[in-house]
């Protein structure tokens, strides 16, 4: 059987894990956060005292990362050498660390393969930068969603304070406009909205309503795989 495979990139903040979350929940998929593995890698090289940018020194560590990813009721949780790091990966520092070691082609080239190995197994929602542009381009649907910059930070900001993790907005608006910069303007599998992905501006959109038009979008492309 074929898989459906469902892309959803966009700029950090943009809600894209939540929602490709409840999405996968109500059509039964599984919902691979690939952000988690890039967090995982940074987190891997932050331990080691590695300095993210340093492409060499990261690059030389990843024979030792192994990273594993298992599913149950509450989403995606994520192993780095078997330790379960779900929680530690959403550390502000980790997600600049993050950003810095994705510019990295072997880094990518690693998380890719399974990526796609994951995307043929299953039905699977998966959300991150390069999912519709390079990971999987034949997905057969590809949402791109965004909202300004302003909205987005909030967001992160009161997540983070959910979360119990010390920040302020200034710090988290910095974190995201240099993550958005860096992820953006990379020389391999930039962000970018792929040519046919559908773009949907949560700035105004309630959480519930963002939810309700994906769902909506992802029950027509099922349907008209199963007419084929
Ligand atoms: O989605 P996130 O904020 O958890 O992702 C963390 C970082 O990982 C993000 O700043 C850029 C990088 N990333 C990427 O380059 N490609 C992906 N498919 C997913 C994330």
Redesign the pocket.
């Known amino acids: 059987m074929a898989t459906l495979n469902i892309a959803i990139?966009g700029p950090?903040?943009a809600g894209?894990?939540t929602i490709a979350k409840a999405v996968a929940a109500k059509l039964g998929f599984i919902y691979i956060?690939?952000?988690?593995?890039?967090?995982a890698v940074?987190l891997a090289a932050v331990r080691r005292g590695i300095d993210s940018t340093d492409q060499e020194a990261v690059a030389s560590i990843l024979d030792e990362v192994e990273i594993t990813l298992k599913h149950t009721e509450d989403g995606q949780q994520i192993f780095l050498n078997g330790e379960n790091v779900s929680a530690e990966i959403r550390l502000p520092e980790i997600?600049v660390a993050?950003?810095n070691v994705?510019v990295i082609p072997a880094v990518?080239l690693k998380?890719v393969e399974l990526?796609r190995q994951l995307a043929q197994k299953d039905h699977v929602i998966m959300?991150?930068?390069?999912?519709g542009t390079y990971?999987l381009p034949d997905a057969q649907l590809k949402i791109f969603l965004t909202a300004n910059p302003q909205a987005r930070a909030q967001r992160r900001f009161l997540e983070l304070q959910e979360k119990g993790v010390k920040t302020t907005f200034e710090e988290v608006f910095a974190d995201m406009s240099y993550?958005d910069k860096?992820?953006s303007g990379?020389a391999f599998?930039p962000?970018k909205a792929a040519e046919d992905s559908v773009m949907v501006d949560s700035t105004a959109m309630s959480l519930e309503k963002t939810i309700q038009t994906i769902t909506e979008m992802a029950q027509n492309a099922l349907q008209s795989e199963d007419m084929k």
Not at 33 to 39: E, P
Not at 127 to 131: K, M, Q, S, Y
């Open positions: 990139d950090a903040g894209k894990s956060d690939t952000g988690a593995m890039y967090r940074g997600s993050a950003s994705a990518r998380l990526q959300d991150g930068r390069d999912i990971v993550r860096n992820d990379r599998a962000l």
